[in-house]
């Protein structure tokens, strides 16, 4: 079974937007300030975080509440709810955002200096 069973919609886009923002924001910062400068420093990984939640946020805000159509029943033409959420792991897009930033702080720790 595939990871994708559990998404609905668009939701497979999370870990696509997450991955893509940071290897974009890696190579822009390593292209303008030297090889390994994003791998070496806190701020470019903090910041490729903060454009992906952002992109996340829009994306998901758009899917589940602008673009998301009702559902209409056909004999009387009345409108009888809404589509499915765009979801990932049963979380609608939007809240991955606020994941990305609970998690992004934590990116940069070096955990084995922590635990040995």
Not at 59 to 86: I, M
């Amino acid at each position: 079974m595939s990871w994708l069973a559990f998404s609905t919609g668009f939701g497979w886009l999370v870990p696509v937007v997450l991955y893509a923002t940071l290897r974009v924001c890696q190579f822009s910062v390593d292209t303008i300030h030297g090889e390994g400068f994003y791998a070496a420093t806190e701020w470019p990984q903090s910041l490729a975080t903060f454009v992906s939640a952002f992109l996340l946020g829009t994306l998901g805000y758009y899917l589940n509440h602008v673009k998301r159509r009702d559902l209409v029943d056909e004999e009387t033409g009345e409108v009888v709810g809404k589509a499915l959420p765009h979801t990932l792991l049963f979380i609608p897009v939007e809240i991955w955002a606020a994941i990305a930033l609970m998690s992004g702080p934590m990116a940069p720790i070096d955990w084995r200096q922590l635990f040995l």
